[in-house]
């Protein structure tokens, strides 16, 4: 697999969140943001290269509390993260 680390910070969080992916080999994502339901708040499809890749979501504007960023690759594995959202 390609996706070999992802970071999440700061968390918790007031103004933004980075999502950091270490990727071992080219890879297409998906970055999906999203509340505690699941429900999605954002998504961004990337196409990542070997190395480190940083993302950057505004959450300036989200209510407090938890929420989920998950990453997916092209073979469809998944990574989630929890991340705080505080105000």
């Not at 970055?31 to 954002?42: R, T």
């Not at 070997?50 to 990574?79: M, P």
Request: proline share 2%.
């Amino acid at each position: 697999k390609n996706v070999n680390s992802i970071l999440v910070y700061p968390n918790p969080s007031s103004d933004y969140a980075a999502v950091e992916i270490n990727l071992t080999g080219n890879e297409k994502l998906k970055i999906q943001l999203m509340d505690a339901a699941g429900k999605s708040i954002e998504v961004r499809n990337l196409e990542g290269q070997a190395g480190s890749l940083t993302e950057k979501f505004d959450v300036s504007k989200l209510a407090s509390g938890y929420y989920h960023i998950a990453v997916s690759d092209s073979k469809h594995n998944s990574f989630v993260r929890r991340i705080a959202v505080t105000k």
